[in-house]
């Protein structure tokens, strides 16, 4: 609990914490049961949505994710995404990076291929997805 607090340490994030808990806890159900729990205790996808959380707990307009999957099991990077998602469309704009290209393609409104630090593509997700070369390239079919 501690730990989310910690994100609302602008006024008006701090005046509406209770709000912003509420809706994390509908997010994150199981941050909610390990409430009083050391983030540090926890599991690795758990620590992950602690650090989502917190960020979440600031009201921001945007969001920034950065391999918000790695290291995390199947079924736990297909609850992550399906969050992400959710706070998209709840008006969170979210920039993610994310070398899972498959699930960041669906996800995505927009998508940006970066190689050695440039661009080589970029365009919508359905096209990039379906490209010949990017499949080719980064998802080895």
């Known amino acids: 609990m501690d730990n989310l607090e910690?994100?609302?340490?602008?006024a008006a994030a701090h005046a509406s914490r209770r709000e912003a808990l509420d809706e994390i806890f509908s997010l994150f159900p199981v941050l909610k049961e390990r409430s009083n729990q050391l983030s540090g205790s926890m599991s690795g996808g758990q620590q992950q949505m602690v650090a989502i959380a917190r960020a979440l707990m600031a009201r921001p307009r945007l969001l920034l994710l950065d391999e918000p999957s790695l290291?995390?099991?199947p079924a736990v990077v297909e609850d992550m995404f399906r969050i992400i998602r959710t706070i998209n469309e709840r008006g969170v704009a979210v920039l993610l990076v994310e070398q899972n290209i498959t699930k960041a393609?669906?996800?995505a409104h927009h998508a940006y291929v970066i190689e050695d630090g440039r661009i080589v593509t970029s365009g919508d997700p359905a096209q990039l997805l379906n490209d010949p070369q990017i499949r080719e390239a980064y998802l080895g079919v």
Not at 6 to 10: A, K, N, P, Q, V
């Open 71 to 73: 290291g995390l099991s």
């Open 6 to 10: 910690l994100g609302s340490y602008r």
């Open 105 to 107: 393609l669906e996800l």
